[in-house]
């Protein structure tokens, strides 16, 4: 229930923060997050950013929980503190005007990419190319830090969706619902370009006939680019 101050709230303010806790529960039940993890925020129309706060897990998050802070890192409204990479969606919000919604995770796939130090990149799913082009990455810095902000807006551009090294995925758009939908689908893809990896990795290895040509297969495996065209089998 809202309290009488929250009634008076505009009715896009409502829907916001009714949408970023929705949001909030499928990434927790999706397993794109766990426990305290992931932040959301939304750009109201006053240029106040609707933000997560602190310390709390996003499944069960309540619309009067969340917090508002000013573009200028100060707190707006809210009784609990923002969440501690509100540096990161701010930076996004001074950079990109197009956009009005930050979601950050640390879906299982996509931060493997992350804490292995690879962007994701190559020309293998449709839907990646389409959707994505490259998900680059963005060199690690302390979470919560000036300096990781600094690093982000130093990389940021066009694309909407980027890596922070051992840090999870950081998903930008126009609005809540399609930066959620981008880092769903960057999770997948992620998922599904590391498993196809191990299965080429293992038909490499089954098209050798003994043990002799191993160690240059190895070789040759370890320095092919990610990702690597299929392979045939030659009959």
């Excluded at 990161?88 to 493997?112: E, F, G």
Aim: hydrophobic share 35%; aromatic share 8%.
């Amino acid at each position: 229930m809202y309290t009488t101050r929250e009634k008076r709230l505009s009715q896009d303010e409502k829907e916001l923060r009714e949408a970023i806790c929705e949001i909030g529960k499928l990434m927790y039940s999706k397993g794109l997050i766990a426990g305290m993890e992931g932040n959301i925020s939304s750009r109201l129309t006053s240029g106040e950013i609707l933000i997560t706060p602190a310390g709390v897990c996003k499944g069960h998050l309540k619309p009067q929980q969340i917090t508002i802070i000013r573009t200028d890192g100060k707190n707006g409204t809210g009784s609990t503190a923002p969440s501690s990479e509100y540096r990161i969606h701010l930076t996004a919000y001074r950079l990109r005007k197009d956009v009005n919604a930050v979601v950050h995770a640390h879906p299982s796939y996509a931060t493997a990419f992350a804490i292995a130090g690879m962007d994701i990149e190559g020309e293998v799913l449709p839907e990646f190319v389409s959707t994505f082009g490259e998900i680059p990455l963005v060199p690690f810095a302390e979470p919560g830090t000036s300096e990781l902000a600094e690093t982000f807006g130093s990389y940021l551009s066009s694309n909407h969706t980027y890596l922070l090294e051992r840090h999870g995925l950081v998903s930008l758009a126009e609005d809540l619902w399609k930066a959620f939908y981008r880092l769903e689908m960057a999770e997948h893809c992620a998922k599904s370009l590391y498993l196809a990896e191990q299965l080429w990795t293992l038909r490499d290895l089954n098209d050798q006939q003994g043990d002799e040509n191993f160690d240059e297969l190895d070789a040759e495996i370890q320095n092919m680019p990610f990702p690597r065209e299929r392979r045939r089998r030659e009959n």
